[in-house]
């Protein structure tokens, strides 16, 4: 489980993220950022209904927590980040989401060593 402190649960956050800051995109994910001044980053995570049911959004939701939180301390503090799912995550294993991820992490620039 990704401990509270990494976690962004305030809708209005959410809104903030989405509107304020930068975003980068594969066929599986958007990744949205916006600094902070918390001295450890927080991850929301995004899955609307065009994903799929109830136990396909939980299910899409625990991979994307779990690939956050394997890479946690790897990752720049004072950063707001958002991951919200695209269609194309239907049906994708741990290791493509996770690829994924860290894929867009790094695009982000939110890895301590690039």
């Known amino acids: 489980m990704l401990p509270k402190r990494y976690r962004l649960t305030n809708s209005a956050d959410f809104r ?27 991850f929301g995570f995004s899955v609307s209904r065009h994903i799929g049911k109830a136990v396909v959004r939980n299910h899409t939701k625990r991979l994307l927590r779990e690939a956050v939180r394997a890479h946690c301390d790897l990752l720049l503090p004072g950063w707001d ?20 991820v860290v894929l867009l992490l790094r695009w982000g620039r939110l890895f301590r060593v690039a």
């Open 16 to 42: 903030r993220v989405h509107a304020q800051g930068r975003s980068w995109s594969n066929r599986m994910l958007v990744l949205c950022k916006l600094s902070n001044a918390l001295p450890n980053s927080r």
């Open 81 to 100: 980040v958002v991951l919200i799912a695209r269609k194309g995550i239907v049906g994708a294993g741990c290791r493509e989401v996770e690829e994924s």
